[in-house]
């Protein structure tokens, strides 16, 4: 089968097709029983990640157990700022603890753009393994987070309600704020190269907390750094699709998906669908937008809201995928509910 041929790069190619292609943010993920018993057997979350025959299997298994048509590199936001130097650490039931980046001197402290290789190296190596191993007919992506997103743990050292730390940091110290968001930004586009360079066919950008930022910091803080990482990828790899996820960007999102540059935008399940369908598909893929919590509830509620999400983004290029990630208290079961109404 030829890579055109895969229904997930034929949608980000802006082809609308019967069936839309299907994936799930955090497919793989503490609701899979299997995915457990390898988190397990691999220690800790940060070993997970860092040992690629293990990061490659429990990337697979979502993939062997519901034949989803995107595969995503199982991998963390949060290993980007380690590359950079700050020490991270997983506490189970807690998240990510990371040490903090709170001053211009602490910025200028940090490694370069290009050390960050020596960290994340295994992650390539899993790209190159799935690569090697994904059925023809599904789409290996790679990711990483948005620069402000990934600044706002790197920054508060830990993830926070409202991203205050980062916020007050852009307001009261905008020099080291932008330092910092532009030595992510550089850092962020080495990392997807190396992705792509791997095996990885499209790329996503993960900015879970554009929604934080005010409407007047958007355009520079969330925008732009997406914007620059995008053109950059693709003069290096024409053609390559990108997929951006400005998390709760609400009335910026029109004119994200129309300048940003980004082939497809995610959206999430706050977005009414039949004003995506109107404002955003003329420009872009869209991709969403079902209600995670679905993905717990299931039954009818959850056929009906997937039928009504297909239907309302028939008329263009479209990727099914949950509004956010799927949360540990899904039920799979659900996942076959889910597929039988997007494909039956
Ligand atoms: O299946 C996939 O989607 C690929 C793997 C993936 C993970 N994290 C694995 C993971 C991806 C794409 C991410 C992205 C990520 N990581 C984001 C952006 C997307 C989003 O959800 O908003 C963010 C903000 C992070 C940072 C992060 N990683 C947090 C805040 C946490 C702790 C919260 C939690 O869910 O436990 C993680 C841990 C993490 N990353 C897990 C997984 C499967 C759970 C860790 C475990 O197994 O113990």
């Known amino acids: 089968m030829s890579s055109q041929a895969k229904p997930l790069l034929r949608a980000l190619a802006g082809e609308t097709l019967r069936v839309p292609p299907v994936w799930l943010m955090r497919q793989a993920g503490r609701y899979l029983p299997e995915y457990r018993a390898t988190r397990e057997k691999a220690g800790s979350f940060l070993d997970l990640c860092y040992t690629p025959e293990l990061a490659a299997e429990v990337t697979m298994q979502p993939i062997r157990r519901f034949g989803f048509d995107g595969a995503i590199l199982f991998a963390d936001i949060l290993l980007v700022p380690q590359g950079l130097g700050a020490d991270l650490t ?57 620069p402000w997103t990934v600044a706002t743990y790197m920054i508060a050292g830990r993830g926070t309600p409202n991203q205050e730390p980062a916020r007050r940091m852009l307001l009261e110290q905008p020099d080291a704020f ?34 934080s930022l005010s409407a007047l910091d958007f355009e520079r803080v969330c925008l732009e750094p997406n914007r620059r990482i995008t053109a950059e990828l693709k003069s290096r790899f024409p053609g390559l699709p990108v997929i951006a996820f400005p ?16 082939d497809c935008v995610a959206i999430d399940q706050h977005v009414p669908t039949r004003w995506a369908a109107e404002r955003l598909q003329p420009h872009v893929c869209v ?18 809201a997937a039928r009504r999400i297909r239907e309302d983004l028939s008329g263009g290029p479209h990727v099914f995928n949950l509004g956010h990630g799927i949360t540990p208290d899904a039920d799979p079961e659900n996942v076959h509910i889910l597929l039988d109404a997007i494909r039956g």
């Open 90 to 146: 997983f506490v189970p039931g807690e998240g990510p603890r990371l040490s903090t980046v709170a001053t211009a001197e602490e910025v200028a402290a940090l490694r370069p753009a290009e050390a960050i290789h020596d960290t994340v190296a295994p992650v390539y190596e899993t790209v190159r393994i799935l690569s090697q191993t994904l059925p023809p007919e599904v789409a290996l992506i790679g990711f990483a987070g948005a």
């Open 178 to 211: 932008f330092t910092l968001l532009d030595l992510i930004t550089e850092a962020t586009i080495e990392y997807l190269a190396r992705q792509v360079e791997a095996g990885a066919e499209a790329v996503k950008l993960f900015d879970s907390w554009a929604g």
């Open 247 to 262: 998390r709760g960007a609400g009335a910026w999102l029109e004119r994200f998906a129309d300048s940003c540059g980004a």
């Open 287 to 304: 991709q969403g937008n079902l209600d995670p919590l679905l993905m717990v509830a299931g039954g009818e509620p959850l056929a009906a």
